[in-house]
């Protein structure tokens, strides 16, 4: 809110910020929450630590597509579990509603894309002008009885209730959500980095699930190597007497002079910390200005 930089001392630092979702990959929704802006891989790789399977981006297959409100929102796959079936603006059934997420994310993306892009052009249009295509949530009851879906799902079905969508007797839109961040900066088995002293885990280190991360193991990996990082960060600075001498903003400094020698532009602030969703033509009215630039 102060556009302050504030250096703070430390002996070891554990980067545990998340993945990057809020910034809409490919234009994709996300799950994540608002913080997910990717600051922690720029933090690390600014501070020399190397990034891997950085390319390697999970989309879960059914986000929230309509209503506007909850776009991206995930849509568990105990919905499709329970028997509903994925079904393009025909009604036709286009892939196994089981398949592996990528899989299953794949089908979708191709079966809503225009078909001059290479798709089937076979989504189904939401009235606020995105493609999805139908879960069909009807047929859990039709296949084991009424009150299935109020018993096994009763959040999402109060949910959709609050927008007028009933989905025990109607179909809901889903899209492919952007959900999961495979890769991120490289740690060793304890947690540490290359750098000493800097130490990462969960969804901001890459490498743990290799390109494609089994559902339910980002639970693991953040237990697992948040007790390691943080156990090794405690133990590094508990070792450390040295004098580390008056801390500075020297790195960043220098990153910035590499990024001005080769070219890259500067147009954009990071770490963005939070997304900024109004509009631009709102923002050109606004008030309130927003610092622009380096730290030169």
Known sequence: ETEEYHVVYAKAVVLATGGFGRLHIQGFPTTNHYGATG?????????????????????????????EQIVGLLITEKVRGSGADVLNVDGEKFVFPLEPRDVEAAAIIR????????????????????????LDTPLIDLLYGEGTIERKLPAMVRMYRRFGIDMTKEPILVYPTLHYQNGGLRIKPDGSTNVPGLYAGGEVTGGVHGTNRLMGNSLLDVVVYGRRSGTSAALYAKEQ????????????????????????????????????????????????????????
């Open 111 to 134: 079966e809503c894309a225009p078909v001059e892009k290479g798709g089937r052009g076979k989504g189904v249009r939401t009235p606020t002008g995105n493609y999805g295509v139908w």
């Open 39 to 67: 600051d922690g891989l720029v933090l690390g790789y600014r501070a020399g630590v190397p990034i891997r399977y950085l390319g390697a981006v999970q989309y879960h297959p059914t986000g929230a597509i309509f209503p």
């Open 241 to 296: 007497f040295r004098d580390f001498g008056k801390p500075t903003l020297q790195h960043v400094y220098e990153y910035e002079k590499e990024l001005a020698e080769i070219g890259v532009p500067e147009d954009k602030i990071s770490p963005v910390l939070l997304p900024n969703y109004v509009p631009e033509h709102v923002r050109k009215k606004q008030l309130t200005s927003y610092y622009q630039g380096n730290l030169y």
